[in-house]
């Protein structure tokens, strides 16, 4: 298991750092694409429970509210946001019409679905397309997975309370712990480099950011297996031997983008 997941993280590791260092279209369409298979995992993972999302609004509407972060502002595709949730009303609306005694429920899970990762899942584009958005993304991103891979090593070996029974029964706090260390100095050893080409960042910025991403992000881990664990689903999917679904990978990294943003625009650096 852990070969196999090292394997799969020396593939995608420099393969996402070269997308957020190309920015522009190659980094939205690349963002696009991984959001748009989450968005069927997701769909696929309601459908084993017996609903039936609107899976190709959800996919084509995931794909729409990023790339409408690249176009437009937030506010702008907020506006989106709002046409997209008329349509999956609609769609809804008809499908009960013809028989379908569940599409309530299976609207607010095409709905939920848009905003988790169509919503949320644009930020990675906001946070980009911001002033040094590149190093920001990088500092963010490269501490969670040092804190993941601590919080792994040191949960496997010496974790002894768990911290979710239900939703997350191999997790306990001593890796939290060591997670949050890890990405906390992580933070602060890779906002150290990349002043070096962006004096703008400061390491203090990076301890920062590194503390907040290994103290929230992992929830999202959690939300994410709320998701599954309600259908007995393992993982989201099969495309990364060791490591699941896309879905299995980018939980953490989507509360990373939009607290990400915020913490840079609103603190760090308002704008």
Same mark, same amino acid.
């Given at each position: ?7 799969? =993280?020396?593939i995608l ?15 939205? $369409?690349?963002?696009?694409? /991984?959001?748009c298979?989450a968005?069927?995992e997701?769909? #696929?993972?309601? #459908?084993?429970g017996?609903?039936?999302p609107?899976?190709? $609004?959800?996919?084509? %509407?995931?794909? &729409?509210?990023? &790339? *409408?972060?690249?176009i ?5 595709? %907020?506006?989106?946001?709002? %046409?997209?949730?008329l349509?999956v009303?609609?769609w809804h609306?008809l499908?009960y019409?013809?028989?379908?005694? =569940?599409?309530?429920?299976?609207f607010v899970?095409?709905? !939920?679905?848009l ?13 980009r ?20 891979? $601590?919080?792994?090593s /040191?949960?496997?070996?010496? @974790?002894?309370? +768990?911290?979710?029974?239900r939703? *997350?029964?191999n997790?306990?706090w001593?890796?939290?712990?060591? !997670?949050?260390?890890?990405? =906390?100095? @992580? %933070? ?5 480099l990349?002043?070096?080409v962006?004096?703008?960042? #400061?390491?203090?910025?990076?301890? &920062? *950011? @590194?503390?907040?991403?290994g /103290?929230?992000?992992p ?7 709320m998701?599954?664990? #309600?259908? !007995?689903v +393992?993982?989201?999917?099969? $495309?990364f031997?060791g490591h ?11 509360w =990373?983008a939009?607290?990400?943003y ?7 650096f308002?704008?």
């Amino acid at each position: 298991m852990l070969r196999e997941r090292l394997v799969v =993280a020396i593939i995608l590791i420099p393969a996402g750092i070269g997308f957020i260092a190309a920015g522009g279209w190659y980094f939205t $369409l690349f963002i696009t694409a /991984i959001l748009c298979v989450a968005a069927w995992e997701f769909g #696929q993972i309601f #459908q084993s429970g017996g609903h039936k999302p609107a899976t190709f $609004l959800l996919i084509a %509407g995931v794909g &729409i509210l990023v &790339i *409408s972060r690249k176009i437009f502002t937030i506010e702008i595709s %907020g506006a989106v946001l709002a %046409g997209l949730i008329l349509m999956v009303t609609a769609w809804h609306t008809l499908a009960y019409e013809k028989g379908r005694d =569940a599409a309530a429920t299976d609207f607010v899970v095409t709905l !939920g679905g848009l905003l988790y990762l169509g919503w949320l899942g644009g930020y990675f584009v906001s946070l980009r397309e911001i002033s040094g958005g590149e190093w920001w993304l990088l500092v963010m991103i490269l501490s969670i997975a040092i804190g993941d891979a $601590l919080a792994y090593s /040191i949960g496997r070996r010496w @974790g002894k309370h +768990k911290m979710a029974h239900r939703v *997350s029964p191999n997790k306990s706090w001593e890796g939290w712990i060591a !997670g949050a260390v890890g990405s =906390a100095l @992580g %933070g602060w050893l890779l906002a150290a480099l990349w002043n070096l080409v962006y004096p703008t960042m #400061q390491p203090i910025h990076g301890l &920062i *950011s @590194g503390t907040v991403m290994g /103290i929230l992000a992992p929830l999202g881990d959690f939300g994410e297996s709320m998701l599954k664990r #309600q259908f !007995g689903v +393992k993982d989201s999917g099969r $495309l990364f031997p060791g490591h699941g679904g896309v879905m299995d990978r980018i939980d953490s990294w989507l509360w =990373a983008a939009v607290i990400g943003y915020y913490l840079v625009t609103w603190f760090l650096f308002p704008i």
